[in-house]
C-alpha cells in the first residue's frame, strides 16, 4: 500500500468512526430532549439513509457506465435479502429506544462491546480457539460489561439496557451477514430499500399506543441527518475502507467509537463522563484489546508456521 493510499485508509476509516458515534450522540440528543419520538426518528433515519444510498448507487452506476460502456450489463446484482433488511430495521428501533433512557456514552461502550463479545462467540461456534490471554480478555471485558450494567438493573433504565443489547446483537448479525456479502455497499443500500414497507407498520401500529406522533422541526432535520450523512454516508466510507485493511483492525477500531461518542456527548450535550463509566470503558474495551493483539499474533504466528 502506497504512503498516498495509507493516509486515504486512514482518514475514511477516522471519519467513519466519527460518524458511528455521531450517530449515538444525535440520537440521545433528539430523543432525551423530547424533540421527535423514537418510531418517528426510526423511520425518518432509515428513510432518508435509503435516499442517501439510492443517490450514492445511482451515481456509482451513472459514472461506470460512462467507464465501461463496451462492457456487457452485470446480470447478477447482489440486493440484500428480506432477513438482513428485518436485522437492521430491528438494530434501528431498539438503537432509538435504548438511548430515550441511557446515555450516550454508556449506550455506545454497551454496544461496542457486546458486537464484539457476539463476534467473538460466533468464531468459537464455528470452531476458533481462544488462548490464555484472549481468555483473559474476554472475561475481563465480561466483567466490564456487568460493572457497568449492575447499578442500572435496579432502576427504570433497564429497560434502555435491554434495547441497546438487542440494538448490539442485531447489528452483530447484520455485520455477520455482511462479510459474507460480496458486494456490502449494495447489499446495504437494498436492505435500506426493504426497510420502507416495515417503517410503515411499524408507524401504524406506533398510532395505537401514542395520542400524538411527536414532531419538531429540530427532531426532524436530526433524524434526517443521522440517516443520511452519519448512517448512509458513514456506511459508504467505511465500506471503502473496509477492503484495505484486516479484520484485526477493522475490529480495534470501532473500539474508538464510545471514545468519540463520550467527548461528543460531553462537548455537545454536557454529557458527565462518570467515574464508574471510565473505569468499565478500561476493562471492557482493555479486555477486547487483548482479544484483537491475541488473535492477531496467533494468526501471525500460523501464518509463518505455514510458510516454513
Known sequence: ??????????????????????NAVICR??????????????SLRLGSGAVMLFIVMT????????????????KNISRGSWKAAFILFVYALTFSYGYVAISTATGALILAGVVQLTMI?????NGDKLHGAEWVGVALALL???Y???????????????MVIISAYTWALYS???????????????????TLPMIAIASGISLLFIDVVHLTPFGVGMAIFSGGVTSGLG??????????ISSSLASAAQLLVPLFAAIGATLLISEPITLRLTLAAIMMLGGLGLVLIGRNQHRKAAIKNLSQ
Open 144 to 146: 466490564g460489561l456487568l
Open 121 to 125: 462467540g460466533y468464531a468459537l461456534k
Open 176 to 194: 455477520l451477514k455482511g462479510r459474507q456479502s460480496l458486494a456490502p455497499l449494495k447489499d446495504t443500500a437494498y436492505n435500506f430499500y426493504r
Open 59 to 74: 451515481l456509482f452506476a451513472w459514472k461506470n457506465s460512462q467507464n465501461k460502456t463496451n462492457q456487457p450489463i452485470e
Open 29 to 42: 440528543w433528539a430523543l432525551d430532549g423530547g424533540w421527535i419520538d423514537p418510531v418517528s426518528f426510526t
Open 1 to 22: 500500500m502506497t504512503p498516498a493510499l495509507l493516509i486515504q485508509t486512514a482518514l475514511l476509516t477516522l471519519f467513519a468512526m466519527i460518524a458511528f458515534a455521531a
Open 235 to 244: 456506511y459508504i466510507l467505511w465500506y471503502k475502507a473496509l477492503p484495505r
Open 148 to 162: 457497568l450494567m449492575y447499578p442500572k438493573l435496579t432502576t427504570p433504565s433497564w429497560w434502555g439496557l435491554v
